[in-house]
């Protein structure tokens, strides 16, 4: 069973920067494409970015230039940079991935707060 569990996040004031972290079980991890969302009361899960297994990234818009995401596979750890932190990037940040015949898989999420 594949397990995921983000940690991390907390209130950051606007500008700052935070890291989260994903910590992954269950899963050979180094085939796994990684993916990062974020979900604000009210909308929809969005995807903020994803890891490749060959370390390939790719961003949403509105965070490009700002977050980067980076993995460990003998950690199985995936990782998201947040850097240059504005209100609107509050919401609850969750790991995701699927496994080969599964999926998705979710961790429980972490809360990062952004204040003005």
């Known amino acids: 069973q594949v397990q995921l569990a983000e940690s991390g996040g907390g209130l950051v004031q606007a500008g700052g920067s935070l890291r989260l972290s994903c910590a992954a079980s269950?899963?050979?991890?180094?085939?796994?494409?990684m993916n990062w969302y974020r979900q604000v009361p009210g909308k929809q899960r969005e995807l903020v970015g994803f890891?490749?297994?060959?370390?390939?990234?790719n961003y949403a818009d509105s965070v490009k230039g700002r977050f980067t995401i980076s993995r460990d596979n003998t950690k199985k750890m995936v990782y998201l940079q947040m850097t240059s932190l504005k209100p609107e990037d509050t919401g609850v940040y969750y790991c995701?991935?699927?496994?080969?015949?599964?999926?998705?898989?979710w961790g429980q999420g972490t809360q990062v707060t952004v204040s003005s």
């Open positions: 890891i490749t297994s060959i370390g390939s990234t």
């Open positions: 269950g899963t050979i991890f180094a085939l796994n494409t």
């Open positions: 995701n991935c699927y496994n080969v015949g599964s999926g998705p898989y």
